[in-house]
């Protein structure tokens, strides 16, 4: 896969109008610092772990005695399942009234910017096309989610959800497309 | 916070253990050498020889569990195990005189017609063409095995036989029945096409001015392009060794080329990748009721064996053709895969009940059952994997 092609994948897995959406429904912080500094915290964690997560992949999957092509079905079903979660329910809930500096951390930097469906494309690209190249990738839609997060678009609402459930969409055909490469690789 | 992220952990983590346990359980290739492989051939040859007949046939099948053999015989079957044999015979001539007798065996049981020859089931008279290819796979190994052209005539005219068999869209009829004197016109065989196949590639690598190599080519084409459409594969490519072994010869026929056409490449590379999956999910079986109930039964020998024969042709295949090569280190990756878990499997000495009466020893068994085919086929997969354990060995880690 090229840069872009990653690029694509990381939007659809990490979803950064589902994530601008659960943040935006949980209310307004009144400090106007932490307007960019939730964001920004959430994000650089986020990409901490993605960073990890990418360039350790083939370590990862070595220790856990599983081929690459073996994690793509794995993969594959769990960003499925993750897609079609956000078709119907749209952005998630988050639990919790977490403001300020904490909710940076949580529920912004994980379970949201952090998330399943992110974790496994991170592994799975990372060990076929390399942890350097998939982490440049899923930075790019990291940086979109942070742009969301500080714009806070409220009148956007509806337009998020909708963007957010094709997004789902768009990672349910990825899924699907991992699964086929996973069964068909050698 | 903390309790959040704690919950959101502690769903992962339960996630990630039914991940693990359903979807990715690890994968287990036990290591093996070349000479643990050969070693292993050696003993699957033992089984076979200790199981062989006064008239030359085999021990078609035994439960150890219940100490009884089977009453049936296969003729395609028995045409496949003294093949095996005679690919080992090139490296530990003691087998020959065990295969010779296999043969022999065939030979009385010849039926001739028109200037062809074929193998008839002792049975019911019957003539089935896969019995007949491999029967002259048989002698090809033989031929090459020991450079001795005595069955040079009996090779050409049990091809001629095959000839007979071929449709002119390169498919091959199943049956020759003798009381019309002609092909069954309905039946089809998708093993004894592949068979077939790679019986003419060998035709034409031993006898390369004859012409052996169209009609090699028409069933190349059609297994390339149209088989698993025409027979109704529910899930192409359907794993054909045979096939996997005939392209590999074509692909090592003497003189210039080209010797595979882009379609022949391209079934070849779906091969390669349908025998790797199929490994990569044997390698995650283990012989337990849970990964029975979740993952399926381990497979038998005869099934894995033929994946282990088609990796290893393919991976001769990539060596040779440079449209494959970008695949040869998985496909040897998958060879060594099948071959370690087959040695692993294999009764050894030591193991319980492997007297001398008992014909355990050197067999694969699946819920306390061998059959023939077992040991012909994992023979075929451990002698050929060599190798590529060889190679293998000596690349950088």
């Not at chain 1, 990409?47 to 070595?62: F, M, N, S």
């Not at chain 2, 049936?72 to 028995?78: A, G, K, L, M």
């Not at chain 2, 010779?100 to 089935?128: C, F, T, V």
């Not at chain 2, 079986?285 to 099934?303: E, V």
């Amino acid at each position: 896969m090229n840069y872009w092609q990653l690029s694509v994948v990381f939007f659809a897995a990490i979803n950064p109008p589902a994530i601008a959406l659960a943040m935006g429904r949980r209310g307004e912080d009144h400090d106007a610092r932490f307007r960019w500094l939730v964001p920004a915290i959430g994000v650089a964690i986020a990409a901490v772990l993605y960073g990890l997560a990418a360039v350790g992949a083939e370590r990862v999957l070595h220790g856990l005695d599983i081929e690459p092509e073996s994690f793509r079905l794995a993969a594959g079903i769990v960003m499925a399942a993750v897609g079609i979660f956000v078709i119907w329910r749209g952005a998630p809930d988050t639990t919790g009234d977490d403001v300020g500096l904490q909710a940076a951390v949580f529920p912004l930097a994980l379970p949201l910017l952090f998330s399943p469906a992110g974790l496994v494309a991170a592994v799975t690209y990372g060990a076929d096309d390399g942890g350097g190249k998939a982490f440049g990738a899923l930075v790019l839609a990291l940086a979109i989610a942070a742009v969301l997060l500080v714009s806070q678009p409220r009148r956007g609402m509806p337009a998020l959800d909708a963007l957010a459930r094709i997004t789902g969409a768009l990672l349910v055909v990825i899924a699907a497309g991992l699964v086929v490469d996973g069964v068909r690789a050698v | 916070m903390m309790r959040g992220l704690a919950a959101t952990l502690g769903v992962w983590a339960i996630g990630a253990g039914v991940l693990r346990v359903v979807a990715v359980p690890p994968q287990y290739c036990p290591p093996v050498t070349s000479a643990q492989a050969l070693s292993s051939a050696q003993a699957a040859a033992g089984w076979i020889e200790r199981a062989q007949q006064p008239d030359g046939s085999y021990i078609y099948e035994f439960n150890a569990e219940s100490g009884t053999y089977s009453a049936e015989y296969n003729s395609v079957r028995h045409a496949g195990v003294t093949m095996a044999l005679y690919q080992l015979a090139a490296i530990d001539p003691s087998v020959l005189q065990t295969a010779d007798r296999g043969l022999r065996w065939m030979q009385d049981h010849m039926a001739r017609y028109n200037g062809w020859a074929a193998l008839k089931d002792p049975a019911d008279g019957s003539i089935e063409l896969g019995a007949d290819a491999l029967m002259l796979t048989a002698l090809a190994q033989r031929r090459i095995a020991t450079n001795d052209p005595q069955f040079d005539q009996l090779m050409r005219e049990v091809a001629r036989f095959i000839l007979v068999m071929q449709q002119d869209d390169g498919s091959f009829l199943l049956r020759w029945l003798p009381q019309t004197g002609a092909p069954d016109p309905v039946e089809h065989s998708k093993y004894a096409t592949g068979e077939s196949f790679w019986a003419l590639a060998l035709m034409h690598r031993l006898f390369p001015t004859e012409g052996w190599d169209g009609p090699t080519r028409r069933v190349a084409d059609y297994l390339s392009l149209h088989r698993d459409t025409v027979e109704n594969q529910k899930f192409p490519p359907w794993a054909d060794q045979w096939a996997a072994h005939g392209l590999a010869e074509m692909a090592a026929w003497p003189g210039p080329g080209p010797r595979l056409n882009d379609a022949n490449a391209t079934y070849a590379r779906a091969l390669a990748e349908r025998f790797g999956f199929l490994v990569r999910v044997e390698s995650q079986r283990r012989d337990s009721g849970f990964s029975d109930l979740i993952h399926g039964r381990q497979a038998r020998a005869a099934g894995m064996g033929t994946w282990g024969e088609g990796l290893d042709s393919l991976w001769r295949l990539a060596l040779l053709d440079p449209r494959l090569a970008d695949l040869r280190a998985k496909i040897g990756e998958r060879g060594a895969c099948a071959a370690g878990m087959l040695a692993e499997r294999q009764v050894k000495p030591g193991d319980p009940n492997t007297g001398p009466d008992v014909p355990r020893l050197g067999g694969w068994f699946t819920e306390g059952v061998t059959r023939m085919d077992d040991q012909q086929h994992a023979l075929g997969a451990m002698l050929r994997s060599r190798e590529i354990l060889d190679t293998r060995s000596k690349e950088p880690k």
